[in-house]
């Protein structure tokens, strides 16, 4: 076996970027190493590369975000890892490619069809390795899951309710950053359901087929505001008096990590990351609602609400056997707000049987440790590591990252015109 380290480069250093240089420089230092950032902000860069020689790790080359392919010619990495904003991600993920590396992207792997369909062409043609990152699959109850439906302990499953709950922390969150603007991340049915469909993609073993929504923006945004009688109203968090009463603010000069990569990086990135809730430009909806047909004649339900009192969601699988209940309680965050690992900590989760006949049983399975459920550092071995053979197959590829989309994608097109979509007609695999 080779005892050469993996090369990799990464181009996005916000919040969700930690995860990734901070296992490479830490974990899995003698297997990997990380060469080089790419990024419109020189100060978010060197962030990065403070938390790097924390660990005694030699600085990675920085590269300004028009220098991608310059970044990749100079360095060779084996494989790019893209935690850029999500309408770029098509753009780093192609351009990788072309160049010869693989990839591994955050979820979601893009943000419409065209995008999609312009990398599942790009992938064809270049035949390189494209990975979503989908920690959700690897959490343990997650995986029990599958493991039920896969060994027919619920038989032949006929519809799916899944109910999925963002608190007024980190729902709100949503509505300060650039996911605010649909055009920048698909909506909350693509940049975050992504995860919650990839699950029942993977739960399954299907794809959709057919798909029909409605959502809207009820609680936040300022006409919303207004009708509830909130009389003071504010463009940004910093520096405002009005904000500072405001239980949906937050004040990122008090948080070392949010002031490091934002406030301080507001001059070179131009980014405003603390932006009112309820200001008057948010594009996307706060309340979702959705119906799926799958391949194999499944029907899902499915609601997304962005302003409830708990975290955490509410999933059922009614079948020939029975009915599987699933509910989770997960502990509510702000993103890059403090330790990476504290995100989607699970404070408690229930898996009970249902029986056609008989009485219900509990389904005993493993708590996960660590962020998403226990999910994350079992995805980052199976990325970085020596990962054991895998019978659920929860590594997602170029194919599950399309069709996590295409939900949502579908759902957004529905919406728009009060009609059903046939996923078909969306793109060509």
Request: aromatic content about 10%; charged content about 25%; some cysteine.
């Amino acid at each position: 076996m080779s005892n050469k380290k993996k090369r990799y480069v990464q181009v996005g250093t916000g919040g969700r970027a930690i995860m990734y240089y901070d296992a490479i420089a830490t974990t899995f230092k003698d297997k990997a190493e990380i060469l080089a950032f790419c990024d419109i902000s020189q100060t978010r860069m060197n962030y990065a590369n403070s938390i790097l020689a924390q660990y005694g790790t030699t600085p990675a080359k920085t590269y300004f975000y028009t220098d991608f392919e310059k970044m990749l010619d100079e360095v060779k990495p084996d494989t790019v890892i893209v935690t850029s904003v999500d309408r770029t991600h098509h753009d780093y993920i192609i351009r990788a490619m072309e160049k010869g590396c693989d990839v591994i992207t955050e979820k979601p792997m893009t943000i419409d069809e065209k995008k999609a369909q312009a990398i599942i062409d790009c992938q064809k043609r270049t035949g390189r390795d494209l990975r979503v990152a989908f920690n959700y699959r690897y959490a343990p109850h997650h995986t029990k899951i599958r493991e039920l439906i896969k060994n027919n302990v619920v038989g032949e499953i006929y519809s799916v309710h899944f109910e999925w709950l963002l608190d007024i922390m980190h729902g709100a969150d949503y509505f300060r950053r650039w996911h605010r603007n649909k055009l920048n991340s698909g909506g909350l049915l693509v940049h975050k359901a992504t995860h919650h469909f990839d699950l029942i993609n993977f739960w399954i073993d299907s794809f959709p087929e057919m798909v029909f929504a409605m959502g809207d923006l009820n609680f936040y945004g300022m006409k919303n505001a207004e009708r509830r009688g909130v009389k003071k109203i504010y463009s940004r968090c910093h520096g405002s008096e009005a904000a500072k009463n405001d239980p949906f603010a937050i004040a990122l000069e008090n948080n070392e990590q949010l002031k490091a990569l934002y406030l301080d990086a507001e001059a070179d990135s131009g980014y405003i990351r603390d932006r009112s809730v309820f200001s008057d430009d948010i594009s996307i909806e706060d309340t979702m609602g959705v119906m799926v047909k799958y391949t194999n004649n499944i029907i899902l339900t499915y609601s997304l609400n962005a302003y409830m009192p708990w975290e955490g969601y509410n999933v059922v699988f009614n079948g020939s056997k029975g009915r599987l209940e699933v509910s989770t309680v997960d502990n509510p965050y702000i993103n890059a707000g403090g330790d990476t690992g504290s995100e989607g900590v699970l404070k408690g989760t229930t898996l009970l049987f249902r029986p056609m006949i008989g009485l219900p049983e509990k389904i005993p399975f493993e708590i996960g440790m660590g962020g998403h459920g226990g999910g994350d550092g079992v995805m980052l071995n199976d990325i970085f590591g020596d990962p054991s053979p895998d019978p659920f197959k929860r590594a997602a590829s170029h194919i599950d990252g399309a069709y996590s989309i295409l939900t949502g994608i579908a759902a957004n097109k529905s919406i728009a015109s009060g009609l059903p979509v046939q996923v078909k007609d969306l793109m060509v695999f």
